[in-house]
T-cell receptor, first 111, second 116 residues
Framework: LAKTTQPISMDSYEGQEVNITCSHN???????ITWYQQFPSQGPRFIIQ???TKVTNEVASLFIPADRKSSTLSLPRVSLSDTAVYYC????????????FGSGTKLNVKP | DSGVTQTPKHLITATGQRVTLRCSPR?????VYWYQQSLDQGLQFLIQ???????AKGNILERFSAQQFPDLHSELNLSSLELGDSALYFC???????????????FGEGSWLTVV
């Protein structure tokens, strides 16, 4: 089971680009990397998922190096509403692996 | 809106009591997951069901049990409740079918349980 390591917290200012890195040294061949955003007292919300290289959607980009032992979530031009906890998950639902959430990264966006 | 529906949204009960939390997965999703999140804590995986069968078990107490019904909705039963069981309980669902590796888990908005 791939364990993930993320920074506990990060500070940023409105309009800046934020990069949150997750380490997952024991990632398995069939594992995907998924990032979630969680606001207080709300359910985690899917942000982005990838397997290798780069994935981009309307809210974020995910960069995965060739060895896949880490990944970086990039949030362009953050706003105050991006203040939340961001979780990195590694796993493969197809094989019914248990998805364990790490402690996440608390992003604090300041005006 | 993720499409995962949980009821009730809030529940207050006394120690020693038993409660049932209900979850309706997204249309078409076969897997249901239950997570517990205590105040300022991370998400703890409890249990997963796939098409009515238990598939994976996490840190679920013996006082807790779950099941998934033929219509794919799921219930989490919490008994002999203790103060420490006060938490936000999330249900999530995914397709998790054959040939669908890497698909996504979608979470409901949770059920707040307060044990007094």
């Amino acid at each position: 089971l791939a364990k993930t390591t993320q920074p506990i917290s990060m500070d940023s200012y409105e309009g800046q680009e934020v990069n949150i890195t997750c380490s997952h040294n024991n990632i398995a061949t069939n594992d995907y990397i998924t990032w979630y955003q969680q606001f207080p007292s709300q359910g985690p919300r899917f942000i982005i998922q990838g397997y290798k290289t780069k994935v981009t959607n309307e809210v974020a980009s995910l960069f995965i190096p060739a060895d896949r032992k880490s990944s970086t979530l990039s949030l362009p031009r953050v706003s105050l509403s991006d203040t939340a906890v961001y979780y990195c998950l590694v796993g493969d639902l197809h094989n019914f692996n248990k998805f364990y959430f790490g402690s996440g990264t608390k992003l604090n966006v300041k005006p | 809106d993720s499409g995962v529906t949980q009821t009730p949204k809030h529940l207050i009960t006394a120690t020693g009591q038993r409660v049932t939390l209900r979850c309706s997965p997204r249309s078409g999703d076969l897997s249901v997951y239950w997570y517990q999140q205590s105040l300022d804590q991370g998400l703890q995986f409890l249990i997963q069901y796939y098409n009515g069968e238990e598939r994976a078990k996490g840190n679920i107490l013996e006082r807790f049990s779950a099941q998934q019904f033929p219509d794919l909705h799921s219930e989490l039963n919490l008994s002999s409740l203790e103060l420490g069981d006060s938490a936000l309980y999330f249900c999530a669902s995914s397709v998790s079918g054959q040939g669908q590796s890497g698909n996504t888990i979608y979470f409901g908005e949770g059920s707040w349980l307060t044990v007094v």
